[in-house]
């Protein structure tokens, strides 16, 4: 099965959800006047979409169709598809590791499956043949790094990792050096699950920046933020509460084969100006793919 199909799959739940919502609005009208825009703009919204994010896809939807003369109910439904992808164009979807090592630094809230997605993660850039090291800094939870280390040899990568409790800075500073002396293309390093009202922990992601920036000045970084969709709303509140700590750099989205809240990612990147880098649409380490705005749109819609 291609990625194409994983995706659509995946987003089956949302997929039918979304457009069941979309094309109930069609069905019930058959011009395009101002009501058809209103109501297209609550199906928006009960797709888990956002007011703020809806209310500027209808505005802008508004203007092409008076600008376009645009009289056909399919022709909104395609322009309604153009200006999604154009949110998600908006930002940089592209993944920067142009350096020889770069570092990804994998942040987020406990339970979203950042173990996970650093296994898949590393899976992914290893099939597109760089060599990987994968830092355990996830020194809180018991059994974090026996977890990260069955997915790191999974995915046949180096993990360095050191005894629970220990500063996660210097698992960080450890595997900075092993990734010098291997010559490795790629180090991700794992992070605690933190909420964002903890500052102890929020100091500390600072801290790991830190290492990283001192020690490999030159690096193209990555700071990715794991987001669970089935969150829904809740997730551009945490994307806003990290920003504010630590520059993210883009977004990691998973268990979105898991729920019909898919359309929350279309909010997620228009409120926050955050670009989508990774996509998670099943269990298995090969179910992570880059982000493609055109294949999760079509997918979509």
Known sequence: MGFFDKLKQGLSKTKNSFEEKINNVFSNFRKVDEELLEELEEALIMSDVGVETSTKIISNLRDRIKKEKIE????????????????????DNSLHL?????????????????????????????????KVVIAAADTFRAAAVEQLEIWANR?????????????????????????????????ICDTAGRLHNKKY???ELVKIKKVIDKELPEASKEVLMVLDATTGQNAISQVKAFKETVDITGLILTKLDGTAKGGVVIGIVNENKMPVKFIGVGEKIDDMEIFNSEDFVKALI
């Not at 056909?72 to 930002?91: G, M």
């Not at 990568?157 to 990734?179: H, L, M, N, Q, Y």
């Open 72 to 91: 056909d109910a399919e022709a909104v439904k395609q322009t309604l598809r153009e200006e999604i992808k154009e949110i998600f164009d908006s930002v």
């Open 98 to 130: 142009e350096t020889k090592p770069s570092v990804i630094l994998v942040v987020g809230v406990n339970g979203v499956g950042k173990t996970t997605s650093i296994g898949k993660m590393a899976n992914r850039l290893k099939q597109d043949g760089k």
């Open 155 to 187: 995915a046949g990568c180096e993990i360095v990792k050191r005894e629970e409790g220990v500063d996660p800075a210097s698992v960080v500073f450890d595997a900075i050096k092993v990734t010098k002396e291997k010559d490795a293309d790629v180090l």
């Open 201 to 203: 922990l929020m100091d």
